[in-house]
């Protein structure tokens, strides 16, 4: 029998995510962990994204995953050789010519042959200079954002490096969609969900995190699958958008609205406080 779970207080906050990322949930941790189960066996976390909920819990055992190849790979390194990413990072430039040049690397037949380290650096580092923080591609699967304007990004946070390499050092990481956890979930296991968001109109859609996309059907799929794993009496955790889909699909589920301030788009006009919901399966 595995121990149970118990997260971590939040004064006991030992790192913080590595990389900005849509949808990140560091503004929102006290509701999430105000909402999540006071013990479970198991932490899964399929949309593993900039891990705000994860890092501040530091659940073991967990088991983090996502479809997105590069994201994967720099957990991964930071898991397995931070000091290696440490150096290599320490190289980089904040420079036009040098970002673009860095940025479409993935345009070459060579790229896939980089070593994890350099793929993982040249993640962080378009990360940290490009324009708002956004993480995006186009169809081929190529990070396409243009350089952003800064006075003096940091691009190296060592401190911050560490700490991570240290909380993710018995964590299991995986690259794949995210119904392949219904094969490794059981009874009292917890699954954090943070998927692209549902769009709640027509201009507000952004889901090119991955060549894939993710459409209505795939928050249908999601639906479907957090009814399987209800039956099957794992807890979850569902982040969305406050959509008439996402209300519809979840109705049978306790639902919180909770105000969350959108940080990253690509119009400052849109930037602010948005009303999104929390879904679980369970009450605390």
Same mark, same amino acid.
């Given at each position: ?10 004064? *006991?906050? =030992? ?88 940025? *479409? ?11 994890? &380290? ?10 940290? &200079? ?7 591609? *186009? ?23 560490? =700490? ?11 690259? =794949? ?25 027509? &201009? ?49 589920? *306790?639902?919180?609205?909770?105000? =969350? ?24």
């Amino acid at each position: 029998m595995l121990k149970k779970t118990v997260p971590i207080p939040i004064a *006991n906050v =030992a790192c913080k995510p590595f990389l900005k990322w849509v949808g990140g949930k560091t503004q929102l941790l006290p509701q999430l962990i105000a909402r999540s189960p006071k013990q479970f066996e198991r932490y899964f976390e399929p949309f593993i994204g900039g891990g705000a909920l994860f890092f501040r819990l530091q659940p073991q055992p967990a088991f983090i995953s996502d479809i997105n190849p590069e994201l994967i790979n720099c957990y991964k390194v930071v898991r397995d050789d931070v000091h290696s990413l440490i150096k290599d990072l320490s190289q980089h430039i904040y420079e036009k010519d040098y970002y673009y040049a860095l940025r *479409n690397a993935d345009r070459s037949a060579e790229f896939s042959q980089w070593p994890a &380290t350099q793929r993982a650096s040249r993640l962080l580092y378009l990360n940290k &200079t490009c324009f708002n923080g956004l993480y995006r591609v *186009n169809a081929a699967g190529q990070f396409n954002v243009p350089i952003g304007r800064y006075r003096n990004p940091k691009i190296l946070d060592e401190k911050n490096l560490l =700490a991570c390499s240290q909380a993710l050092r018995h964590t299991q990481i995986i690259q =794949a969609e995210f119904t392949a956890i219904e094969q490794s979930v059981r009874k009292d296991d917890f699954v954090y969900f943070d998927p692209p968001y549902a769009p709640i109109s027509e &201009t507000s859609d952004f889901t090119s995190y991955t060549k894939q996309g993710f459409d209505s059907a795939m928050q249908e799929t999601l639906s479907q699958l957090c009814k399987t794993l209800d039956q099957q009496g794992v807890k979850f955790m569902v982040s969305n958008s406050n959509a008439p889909l996402v209300l519809d699909l979840y109705k049978e589920f *306790n639902i919180t609205f909770v105000e =969350a301030s959108r940080t990253i788009n690509s119009k400052s006009a849109k930037r602010g406080k948005i009303k999104e919901v929390l879904i679980t399966n369970y009450r605390r």
